[in-house]
Structure formats: C-alpha cells, structure tokens
C-alpha cells in the first residue's frame, strides 16, 4: 500500500519501481565482488549496467536472479511467486505479444531461481546457454515451463485439458518466435543457428516466462555493427510492451543510445548512476574505462609492480 | 522395361572409377548357384548333428538358411543388371551383396567347424558343404569387382500407402517367424549360426538402403508400425504349439524389457544414473509375496490382485521418494554411489527380515516360496487353455499379462517424453542452470523421475512374484541392476525400440547359450567398451543423444535439422 502511494505522489516519467535493489553485497571468501549496490528499476524503463571486465556486473545479475545468495542486501520486487495459470486464462493474454500483468507492491524475493522466474523475473546469459541439441521451438516452450501446469498423470492420461495447454504452450512459443523476428526458423536446432539468431532466441526464451523485468546479459557481444542496431531495435520492442529492461553491455554507443538510465559498477561498487548524458560525461567513468596515469596512483599497492613492468623495455 | 535397361541411371559415372571387370557379375551368379547346388547336397556325414543335414536333396534347417541368402543374392545381383534394374537405381546393391558374401562365406566356415567340432573330425563334412563354401566365396569375390552406384534419395521414394503398409507387414511377420525358429533350435551351434545368418540379412538389408527406406516409412506409418509390433508379440505363443520353454523365457525378457523401459525414464530421460534400479522390482515383488496367499506370506491380508499391484508399485514408489530426495541434491557421481549403496541395502534388509534380527517379513534368505498362481476373476493364469486348437501354457498367460503391463510402461514413458515434463526432463540433461533460471522445477522433475521408474519397476515385480513362484533375496543383486542399466545404454537411451532390443539381446542370450554362461560377463564387459568407444547413443540411436554425444559434428546436426523439417513438411 505505502508504495502504491509514493508512487503516486512522486509522478515521475518512468512510473512505479518493478524493481528494487539495496545494499546488495555479494563476497566469495576474500573477495568483495559486489558492495552495497543499490538499483531501482522503474515500470517501462531501460536501465544500462556498465563497467570494466570484473567489476561485478554479472555477479549482480546472478544476485537479482536468484543463482547467488547475496551476502547481504534485499532484492524486493513488484510481485510474488505465482502459481501457474489456467490454461484458459494464457489463451486469453496470448492476445498481445508479450503480456504484462498489473504491478504488484513491492515484495522481497527468495534467493531461488525459480521463484524469481515465477515472481516474474528473466534473464539471458552473457555466454549464450540455450538447450543446443533442442529446436527453436523447444527452447521457447521449456520457457514457459513456470507458466503452465500439466504433471505426470495429465501427461499420461492426455485429457482435453493437457491438449489445450499443450496447445497454448506452443501457440505462444510460436508467437514469441515471430515477435523476436525467428518465426521461421522454429524448426531448426539451436545450434545450428547464427549467432545473432542464438542471442535472440534466448531473449524469446526469457519472454516465455511472462516477465515483468527481462535481464540482458551483454546482448550484443559480439555483434556486428547491423545486428547490434536489430538488437537494440529488439530491445525497445520489449520495453514498448510494456516490460523494464536492465542491460549489461561494453559497447557504449549501444547503450547510450538505449538507456534511459545507467549505472556504473567498478570493482563491485556503484560508480555513477544517471542518465546516460550524465555518465558518459563523467571523468571517473572514463578513467575506469581507459586508465590514465592517475589510475596507477589510486592503487598505492599495486604501483610499484605496474610501474616496473611498463618501464622495464 | 527395356527403356530403363538401356539407361542405368548412375553407372556411366561409377564406371569412371575403378575399370569394370565384365566378369563379375556372371562369377556372382555362379556363386549364387553353387550355394544353392551345395545346399541340396548333404554337408554331413552324420545325421544327428545340427538337426539332420546329411540327405541329398532333403535340405536342414541350416541349408534352407544358406538357399535364403543365395537367392537374396540373386535378387541383389539381378538389380544390378538385368530384369530388376529400376529397383537397383535405389538400392545399393554392391554394398549389399559384400555384406551377404562375406556373411555367408563365414556362415560356411563355421558349419563346417560346428560339423567338425560336434561329429569329432574334418573327415565328416561332406562334399556339399565345401560347394556351398565355394559359391559363398565367388558371391564375396564377385561383389568384391562390382561397382559402387550413385544412388537417389531414399526420402523421396513414395510407394502407395498400402505398399508401405504390406512393407511392414511383410517385416513383422519375417521378424515372428524368425524369432520362432530361432528360438526353437535347441542346439547351441544351431543358433549361433543362425544368429549369424539373421545378422548377415539384417547387415545386407541396411547396407542396400532397404532400411533407410524402411525407417521412412515407419516415420510415415508410426501407428500402423506400433500395432503391428504388438500384433507380432501377441501372435507369439500361438506359435510355440504349447512347449512353455521358450515362453518361459519369453516372459523373462518381458519383465526384464518392462524394467528397463522403466529405468530408461531415469536414465534415459532425466539422466540420472541409478545403479540399485532392481531393489523397486525386489520390493514390488516382495509386497506381492508378503500379500499373497502362500503359506509363508507374513502378513495376513490378502487384497485381490489389482490392490497389491497399486500397493506393490506404491511402496516402491515411496521407497524411491525416500532414496531420491536426499540424494537427487547430488550430481550424477555421487547419485550412483548412493543408489548402489541402496541396492545393497534393500538386499540386505530383505535377508535381515527373518523375525531374528528384525521384524518377520521376509523369511530371511528362505525368502517366501510357495507363491500361488494369478487368479483374477475367474482366470487362473496357472491353467492351460486351447485357442483355436492351439495350446496355450501357464506362460502364455503370463505373458498375455506382461504384454499389457509393457505396453501401459511403453505408453508412459512415450507420453511424458512427449510433454512439458519431457521437455523440461531434456532442458536438465542440456544446461541444468539454465534450466533451473527458466523456471523449470529441476529437484522435482528429478524426483519425479526417480518416482515414476521405481513405480513401474514396483508394477513388473509383483507379477515377477507369481510368476516364479518364490522371491528370495538373492535375485535382487547388484549385478541384476547393471544388466539393467546395460540394456539401456547397448540399445539405446531414450529411444523405446532400442531398449526393447537391448533387454532383449541381453536376457535372451545367457539363456539359450547356457554353455558360455562362464565368460558371460567378460563378453559383456568387452561389448560395452567396444560399444561406448564406437556408438556411445546405443544401438538404436534417440537423435537427440545422438547429437548430445557428438556435440563437435556439425554435419549430424545438420544431417537431424533436415530429418526434422521433412518430417515437419509431412505434416
């Protein structure tokens, strides 16, 4: 209730918070890879999480998602783990693309994939982890696994209801497929399938789940130049839909151009948070990005070894 | 006919290759001839060996077996020029008829070292057998000569539907027949050779393309394939003319296969390794002993038949929740560690059971004998019957039985794979935290999983029970659980044909070549290596195991993604 509330006294563009992240501290053992991270997505909006190689960008997502426990830090988010649906009801969503339910006040999520996806979370991995040896899809409908209900003994016996479901679950699968542009290629194995086609797929995967909040992992690595615009083109699709997107990404252009909001994580910690606008224009940004001179004398410890090994030749 | 006689579709091209030895093909014809010259002739001297092949012009089993292969070859070598052309623009018949000459040629080697062997001396075989050879060895040579074909497109080949359906008509009824007699020879050398004149057929049938052919329609036609199966099983003991021997058999590797198929959901579909599978057939036999009505049941509740099953399978179910739930947390090492140490346990537990040590359940290593026959209704399945003047056994009614039991598991086991849980079953098996960050229950599917097999398994051993008449712990041993899990994998994971033919490979063997049940294990040891080293997806290959097993061949993947979207244009 009190967030419905502030919600609606602070009207801001991007609408209520889907998602909100606080204090989120992941260690392992000695190392601190994610410190008191703080991140608030908003309904429809587009937030861009960057930063150098290692500074624990993954790490958050896998934090968010429920495949790391936090060490600390509480991930609440607008809504709870649901039970799967009538397959009457999906038949009727299926409508639209990609379907939204309304927002639900802010609650936090167990630690647990699962209910994460159920709560209405989904991710894609940074080095793609599709169901290779599955078609297209297959891949798709394994994605709506959380969304639908039918067990052994409705497999076994095959009532009208499993059919129906059956049938909506691939009916949607197929949707999904247009929807990301793979229509065509439902039938074809997921690893035989361009790299391009591979990233997409496990972005129609993600939407299989009905997500609220999708998380992109590097979306676009290793894209080339028009296939990172189809890429962004995808992604403003998605949030035009009505969903909130985060995006880790390296290329800066990419997600200048996309966010509506960027945070900045170095060495596990929140650099920066702003529009893009705003980050990109900030020297600290750039130095963790490029290095300068004044990089090697914020790390005293590490000065002396840097400093030998480039001035040795 | 002429037309197409005048332009062998693809010789020009082949001819190009190697030069044409013009005397090839008469040599094959000769060889085919003298095989069936030589089989009207007596091959030995001794008339009480190998099922009499001493008469001239009376052909034994073995001859007729010899004549089937010429005129095979005959057929072969027609396609490949002369009246049969339009039928060799398909099949391959080179690669088929060096499959039949060297099978043959072996054929004839080992008869002649089976006479040998059996009737003490060389000086026993007679001069037809050495004809016979001769003609193998030319039909060897001759093919040997001829040219390889290029070939059309097997896919494309469309007869009308009711030739397809005769095809496999035809097939069903070779594989009744064949099954019967081999089953019937009673000699050990008489079944290994004919064992080897099945496989040679079934080498040659593959390498002309015949079955490629066949595996299309069967795509085509997979209901009528199905029924046909069962039509075949059924048929079975009509032909048995009331001898229970084999049928006794046959009721074993029926358990034996509904077991399998029971474990291959676990390991097959889930992917989990279970090495104590046997302990849920031992407990679901155990129930139905405990609850039936011999004199050393232990516990005075005797339900009708239908109730001990539900109750047999429960408690094996329950006893797999048990199991699994702790365990499935574990990944697969550790998983088969721990369902082997269960095995153990349950085995033990059973010999414990005796009222000394422990409560009296089981009898201890007595076990519980006695078990009275089936009786469901009126049907007491110990009773003879005669059908239509054919006698049926005590076995044939168990094995009626069975029939629907594997059925119903068959069924299972195809409709989950064919479901969400299915799917979510292969997602596990491909990237289990992808799965897991998909939404997909992975704990659950894999207790599921766990539950499901040890329910069937649970199913098969309370009619094991009345079936052999006593349970007793020392049937329930660890190595009863690896043939098991060897089944799947020779036949194939995942698939339902290939385990059926795994279980049945690796039951029925032991039992007719009872005087090589001393190397038993080490030939079975040496065929799973060779086979995990050569064709790791089993016998009959599921396409997705066999891609998951040969994740660097691209042209396979591609080879199955065009399989998939004819089948997919079918529709």
Known sequence: MTVTDTASTTPQASGRPVLEASGVTMRFGGLLAVNDVNLTVREGEIVGLIGPNGAGKTTFFNCLTGLYKPTSGVVRFAGTPRKPESAKRQVREADDAVAVQPLAPLTPLPPKPRAVVRAGMARTFQNIRLFANMTALENVMVGRYSRTSSGALTSVLRGPKFRKEEAATRARAQELLDFVGLGKSAEHLARNMPYGDQRRLEIARALATDPKLILLDEPTAGMNPLETKQASDLIFKIRDSGLSVVVIEHDMRFIFNLCDRVLCLVRGEALIEGTPAEVQSDPRVIEAYIGTGEDDDEDEDERPQDVADEEAP | ?571
């Not at chain 2, 408690?315 to 929740?321: E, F, I, M, P, S």
């Open chain 2, 1 to 571: 006919m002429s037309e197409v006689q005048t332009s062998t579709p693809a010789e020009p091209e082949a001819a190009a290759q190697p030069p044409v030895k013009p005397i090839a093909w008469p040599l094959g014809l000769l060889g085919a001839v003298l095989v069936i010259v030589g089989s009207f002739l007596s091959w030995s001297y001794d008339g009480s060996i190998l099922n009499d092949l001493s008469i001239n012009l009376y052909p034994g089993g073995l001859q007729i077996l010899a004549i089937i292969g010429a005129l095979l070859a005959l057929v072969l070598l027609l396609a490949e020029r002369g009246p049969l052309t339009t039928l060799g623009s398909w099949l391959d018949a080179t690669l088929g008829l060096r499959a039949l000459g060297l099978g043959l040629t072996l054929y004839m080697v080992l008869v002649i070292v089976a006479i040998t062997m059996e009737s003490d001396g060389l000086i026993n075989v007679n001069p037809g057998a050495y004809v016979t050879l001769v003609g193998a060895v030319l039909i060897l040579v001759s093919s040997r000569m001829l040219p390889l074909r290029q070939l059309r497109d097997l896919s494309q080949a469309k007869l009308p539907g009711w030739v397809e359906i005769l095809a496999i008509s035809v097939m069903m009824a070779a594989i009744l027949f064949g099954a019967a007699y081999a089953l019937g020879l009673t000699d050990a050398w008489s079944f290994i050779l004919c064992l080897l004149f099945i496989g040679t057929v079934i080498l040659a049938l593959f390498r002309t393309g015949v079955m490629t052919w066949f595996g299309h329609v069967a795509q085509r036609h997979k209901k009528v394939l199905t029924l046909a199966a069962f039509v075949v099983a059924f048929f079975f003991p009509f032909t048995q003319r009331g001898s229970d021997a084999n049928m006794s058999i046959a009721c074993q590797v029926l358990i034996f296969a509904a077991t399998a198929m029971g474990l291959n959901i676990v390991v097959g579909l889930a992917g989990l390794l279970d090495l104590g599978y046997i302990a849920f057939l031992g407990s679901g036999a155990y129930v139905a002993a405990m609850l039936s009505e011999s004199a050393f049941s232990t516990i005075d509740w005797h339900p009708p038949f239908l109730v001990v099953m539900l109750v047999g399978a429960g408690v094996a179910a329950t006893l797999g929740l048990i199991i699994g739930s702790p365990t499935l947390r574990v990944s697969g090492d550790y998983l088969a560690i721990v369902t082997l140490g269960f095995g153990e346990i349950f085995r033990l537990a059973m010999f414990n059971l005796d009222g000394i040590n422990g409560p009296l359940l089981t009898n201890g290593p007595n076990g519980i004998p006695g078990i009275p026959d089936l009786e469901i209704g009126s049907f007491n399945f110990g009773d003879e019957h005669t059908v239509a003047g054919l006698e049926l056994g005590r076995f044939s009614n168990y094995y009626f039985l069975l029939l629907l039991l594997i059925a119903f598991v068959i069924l299972v086991f195809a409709r989950l794979n064919d479901s969400r849980i299915g799917r979510g079953w292969v997602a596990i098996r491909e990237d289990e935290k992808a799965a897991e960050a998909m939404g997909v229950n992975v704990f659950g599917l894999k207790v599921l999983a766990f539950a499901i097999g040890a329910f069937l398994a649970g199913l098969a051993g309370t009619i094991k029970a009345h079936q052999d008449v006593a349970v007793s712990p020392d049937q329930y041993i660890f190595l009863e659980s690896a043939f098991l899990l060897a089944a799947v994998v020779l036949g194939g994971m995942g698939t339902i044909a290939g385990v059926l033919l795994g279980a049945t490979i690796l039951k029925l063997l032991p039992e007719k070549l009872r005087f090589f049940s001393e190397y038993r294990l080490l030939l079975f040891g040496l065929l799973l290596v060779l086979m995990m080293r050569f064709r790791p997806e089993g016998l009959v290959a599921s396409r997705r195991r066999q891609l998951e097993f040969h994740e660097e061949d691209e042209d396979l993947a591609i080879a199955v993604e065009e399989e998939r979207l004819i089948v997919e244009e079918g529709k």
